[in-house]
């Protein structure tokens, strides 16, 4: 079968996007249904299968579209990078937190699985000789029980659950200056850390269906979620980056974000507004070397800088200086419209509250997709206003 043109199978998936239909079975009916859908199909109609397959295969090429759809708003002057707001955003991972469990559960039940296995094992071995004279002698009589497979089969979820807490906690500890054998170091007093190296904390939980998404705080509750980070130019709510992480906090995420920003664009922003859930003493340093103006909380309310101590935290004691002026309050002030309205429009507007694909790297994908197609709904009437 002669495959669809690319471009035509780009074209809907934006337009579907930008219109809020994200389903690849909603698309296709929308192909049957919706004149302006027919139009950029040309009259085909590929199956929701095909949709599907399409969009998973071509979820890595997404961000290079991304950024030439910034590159045209830049071109068109809808884009200065004067100011930047970054924000973060919980999006629904494509799994439910009933499907995840707790390292310490996990532990509880790696054991308790064992004990059922062995047991069963044990009466298969001591109801040998009876099924030999039951079945015959041709009869091999070995046949792996349904209750013994099932149990294998959950055992070894469990286990790989329980080594992907494990591998991330060890990653984490060697992030933060940690070395294998430290816990046998002479601690002098007490033990030196209350983890052994590698060690999950008991609370620390797994998915099944989707492992590298997170349990995260929403204002709907507890949900297994992804990390949605936005950089939006101030002038006409442009997103110039995205990125998408499965750590609940945005504490480390803002340089990250302005190195995209200017990766994107060949260009560093002038200032850049957040909350206070991206305040670090280094991150503020960062900014000062890059000479780039931040205005970044310090806490939920106004802090006094001479709360601060400026020996050890000199920079933060200079971002509270800056925020306590009026021109200071002023700035801050602008990132609510700026980037909690983009935010909005994601959520609210285009109805994108879950991912539809599993994985960090497809649901990432995802995440571009949505944002040049909120920025080619945002983009359009503002081209043909100049």
């Not at 955003?89 to 039940?109: C, I």
């Amino acid at each position: 079968k002669t495959p669809y043109e690319p471009r035509m199978m780009l074209k809907v998936l934006i337009y579907a996007y930008a219109t809020g239909v994200f389903s690849s079975r909603k698309i296709a009916k929308k192909l049957e249904e919706d004149v302006a859908f027919r139009i950029l199909a040309a009259d085909n109609f590929p199956q929701h299968r095909t949709i599907c397959g399409f969009r998973k295969r071509h979820l890595s090429d997404f961000k290079a579209v991304f950024v030439q759809v910034i590159q045209i708003a830049q071109q068109a002057e809808l884009i200065s990078l004067g100011t930047v707001a970054i924000d973060g955003t919980k999006v629904r991972a494509n799994a439910s937190k009933h499907k995840a469990m707790s390292y310490q559960r996990l532990q509880a039940e790696e054991l308790r699985l064992k004990k059922e296995i062995g047991d069963l094992c044990d009466q298969a071995r001591s109801t040998d000789a009876d099924e030999d004279r039951l079945y015959g002698v041709d009869h091999r009589g070995d046949e792996l029980p349904e209750e013994l497979h099932h149990r294998q089969s959950r055992l070894a979820k469990i286990r790989d659950a329980k080594a992907r807490l494990e591998q991330a906690q060890r990653e984490a500890d060697t992030a933060r200056g940690r070395h294998k054998d430290d816990d046998r170091k002479p601690p002098g007093r007490g033990r030196r850390y209350k983890r052994e190296f590698g060690v999950p904390e008991d609370k620390a939980q797994s998915n099944f269906t989707d492992p590298e998404s997170s349990i995260m705080k929403t204002a709907e509750g507890f949900q297994q979620c992804y990390n949605g980070q936005l950089a939006v130019d101030r002038d006409f709510q442009i997103i110039v980056e995205n990125t998408l992480t499965a750590n609940s906090s945005d504490n480390g995420e803002l340089l990250d974000v302005l190195i995209g920003v200017e990766n994107n664009l060949e260009k560093r922003p002038e200032a850049v507004l957040a909350d206070a859930g991206y305040r670090d003493e280094s991150r503020f340093k960062a900014l000062e070397q890059r000479h780039i103006d931040g205005y970044i909380a310090l806490g939920r309310k106004d802090k006094d800088p001479d709360e601060i101590d400026a020996q050890r935290f000199p920079a933060s004691r200079r971002m509270a200086e800056k925020l306590a002026t009026a021109d200071g309050k002023a700035r801050y002030a602008e990132r609510k419209w700026v980037s909690e309205a983009v935010n909005g429009w994601i959520k609210c507007i285009l109805g994108f509250r879950q991912f539809s694909v599993r994985g960090l790297n497809n649901a990432s994908g995802e995440w571009d997709l949505v944002c040049l197609a909120i920025n080619l709904r945002r983009m359009q009437p503002l081209i043909v206003l100049q």
